[in-house]
């Protein structure tokens, strides 16, 4: 079973636009998320994190919410552009678990110019 | 730093053949992950070391799979025999343990892209 689900695999959205891209777990021990891009034929880079402690965090153009009572956060990117176009990818961890980091299965964003 | 290196990049083979992946992880990094990547399944956390330590393995869909971590500055990952199902892109990543680890972001190779026929 899963426990980090990205529940959309693909998403599109107008260049310009807010894309806001979906993300539960169901591990109540995870307490640090992290969000993660994949172009192809490239492996995934870091975007974004965020530590249970908070509920909010902002980087730029990317904003990462945490709602750790409905187990769920979401990434917005605002304005999205086209170099956004990427598969995205939740990932988490706990103490407990020796470090493991647990991913999602991915959303495909499409920003359309 | 040239990043984390995975070769080779792309390997076709047939099915019941020996396959074997190689990472070198960022030097300085003491943790290193293996992850298998599908489109049923996403990335898929294989196995991880610590300090060239097998922490965790449970990820390992079979007995066919296994990996090591003979010093800090190389790891395999070995199918024997292969199989069709077996086809996915594997990725390597390596993390330093600094502080709370699962903190430390992971820095991922390319990827080496597995087909067997």
């Known amino acids: 079973d899963q426990q980090v689900k990205q529940n959309s695999p693909s998403l599109s959205v107008q260049e310009g636009r807010i894309s806001i891209l979906n993300c539960d777990y169901t591990?109540?021990?995870?307490?640090?998320f992290l969000w993660y891009k994949k172009y192809p034929a490239e492996g995934p880079t870091f975007l974004i994190s965020?530590?249970?402690?908070?509920d909010k965090n902002e980087d730029g153009r990317f904003t990462v919410f945490l709602n750790k009572s409905a187990k769920h956060l979401s990434l917005h990117i605002v304005p999205s552009q086209p170099g956004d176009s990427a598969v995205y990818f939740c990932?988490?961890?706990?103490?407990?678990?020796?470090?493991?980091?647990?991913f999602g299965p991915g959303t495909s964003l499409s920003v359309i110019p | 730093d040239a990043g984390v290196i995975q070769s080779p990049r792309h390997e076709v083979t047939e099915m019941g053949q020996e396959v074997t992946l190689r990472c070198k992880p960022i030097?300085?990094?003491?943790?290193l992950f293996w992850y298998r990547q599908t489109m049923m399944r996403g990335l898929e956390l294989l196995i991880y070391?610590?300090?060239?330590?097998?922490?965790?393995d449970s990820g390992m869909p079979e007995d066919r799979f296994s990996a090591k971590m003979p010093n800090a500055s190389f790891s395999t990952l070995k199918i024997q025999p292969s199989e069709p199902r077996d086809s996915a892109v594997y990725f390597c990543?390596?993390?330093?343990?600094?502080?709370?680890?699962?903190?430390?972001?992971?820095?991922f190779g390319a990827g080496s892209r597995l087909t067997v026929l």
């Open positions: 990932a988490a961890s706990a103490k407990t678990s020796y470090d493991k980091v647990i």
């Open positions: 990543a390596s993390r330093s343990g600094t502080g709370y680890s699962g903190a430390n972001v992971l820095t």
């Open positions: 591990n109540s021990m995870f307490d640090y």
């Open positions: 070391f610590n300090n060239n330590v097998p922490i965790d």
């Open positions: 030097s300085g990094h003491d943790y």
């Open positions: 965020i530590s249970s402690i908070k």
